[in-house]
C-alpha cells in the first residue's frame, strides 16, 4: 500500500520529496490524483510503512501548505 502526502505549494511538495528521501524512504513525485483535487497538482507518494517518519517530519518543519496523507 502507497500514501500520497499533499501540499498547495510545487516548493514544498518538493522540499517534503527531498526531506523523506534524506531519511532513506523511496519517494516519487507524481501527478496528484484527480479525486483529491486540492492541491498544486503533484504529490509525493511512498509506502504506507514510513508513514511514522512523513508524519514526523510534517510535525517538526512548517509545511504552511500540507493538505494532508491520502491512501493510494
Known amino acids: 500500500m502507497y500514501l500520497v502526502a499533499v501540499f498547495r505549494a510545487r ?12 531519511y ?3 519517494v516519487v513525485v507524481i501527478n496528484t490524483p484527480r479525486h483529491l483535487n486540492i492541491s498544486c497538482g503533484i504529490s509525493v507518494k511512498f509506502p504506507a510503512s514510513f508513514r511514522h517518519i512523513a508524519e514526523g517530519i510534517i510535525s517538526r518543519r512548517t509545511f504552511d501548505t500540507f493538505a494532508g496523507i491520502y491512501q493510494s
Open 11 to 22: 516548493t514544498q511538495t518538493l522540499s517534503f520529496a527531498n526531506l523523506l528521501e534524506s
Open 24 to 26: 532513506g524512504v523511496p
